[in-house]
């Protein structure tokens, strides 16, 4: 099993290059749509909600043929999800070749990146992944890891990030920054958002929070 290391990738406005037009096609093509990336779609035939996707989406196109060498050129990322493990692996090879680094939908481990289950709340990302050994698994715990926190997530980020930005606004010391940020993080803030008492916090609230955590 590879020794899989996570990244996140920000894909705005680079061409990603996906081979096939099925169902597991679709679900790369929405994500990188999602992202904001240049989708070439390179497949003799596309689902219905890829169909879709491309007149919602004007920044993905369509190639209606079957793959050829050379579909991956200026490619950021690439996909294979065909259902010919032979053309599959054709892409992976171009891929190699021209250095794009590339998912095999079909064979996880060929590939030189995997797809994690994610969950999405705002600017939390939590991706699950099993290395390729359960996909089904990764996506199991995702729904539970949804159903145990939920919406609390989002409000959790959102007080992180003001509370953040507060402090970057008005603390120039940086050793006062960083203790702060670790106080932050210490702060139990879930617990009150999952017992439904947490108020955001206003800016008196972050003023004397700030002045607590420096008489201590
Ligand atoms: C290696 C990886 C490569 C990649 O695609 O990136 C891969 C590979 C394979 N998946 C297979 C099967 C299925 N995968 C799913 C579902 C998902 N698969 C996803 C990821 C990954 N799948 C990557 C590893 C993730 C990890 O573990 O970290 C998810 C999480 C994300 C996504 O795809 O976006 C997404 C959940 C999305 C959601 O939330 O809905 C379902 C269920 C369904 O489709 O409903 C089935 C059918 C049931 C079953 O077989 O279990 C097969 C066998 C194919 C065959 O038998 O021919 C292979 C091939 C192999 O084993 O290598
Ligand atoms: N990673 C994942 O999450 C999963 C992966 N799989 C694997 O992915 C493969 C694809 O799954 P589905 O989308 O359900 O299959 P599918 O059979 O519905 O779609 C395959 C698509 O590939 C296209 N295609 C075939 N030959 C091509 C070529 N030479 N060039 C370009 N496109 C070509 C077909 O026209 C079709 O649009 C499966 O065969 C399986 O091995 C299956 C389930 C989940």
Not at 30 to 39: F, I, K, P, Q, V
Not at 93 to 110: F, I, L
Not at 132 to 143: C, K, M, N, Q, S
Request: charged share 25%.
């Amino acid at each position: 099993m590879p020794y899989y290391v996570p990244v996140l990738l920000n894909l705005a406005d680079r061409r990603c290059v996906v081979i096939g037009g099925g169902p597991v096609a679709e679900r790369k093509v929405t994500m990188l749509a999602d992202a904001g990336a240049e989708t070439v779609v390179v497949s003799p035939d596309v689902t219905d909600g890829l169909l879709r996707l491309l007149h919602e989406h004007h920044r993905v196109v369509w190639i209606q043929r079957e793959y050829q060498r050379g579909d991956l050129a200026g490619a950021f990322l690439a996909y294979a999800a065909t259902n010919r493990p032979e053309v599959n692996a054709a892409v992976a090879a171009e891929a190699e070749a021209e250095g794009v680094p590339m998912n095999d939908a079909g064979d996880g481990a060929r590939g030189s990146m995997i797809t994690p289950g994610v969950l999405r709340r705002g600017g939390l990302v939590v991706a699950v992944s099993t290395s390729g050994a359960g996909p089904t698994a990764a996506r199991e715990l995702i729904r539970e890891i949804d159903e145990q926190f939920g919406e609390n997530y989002e409000k959790y980020i959102d007080f992180l990030s003001s509370a953040r930005a507060f402090i970057k606004e008005r603390i120039s010391d940086p050793g006062r920054r960083k203790r702060l940020f670790r106080r932050l993080a210490e702060t139990d803030i879930m617990s009150s958002i999952r017992g439904g008492s947490f108020q955001p916090w206003n800016e008196a609230a972050m003023i004397t929070w700030i002045e607590e955590q420096t008489e201590e």
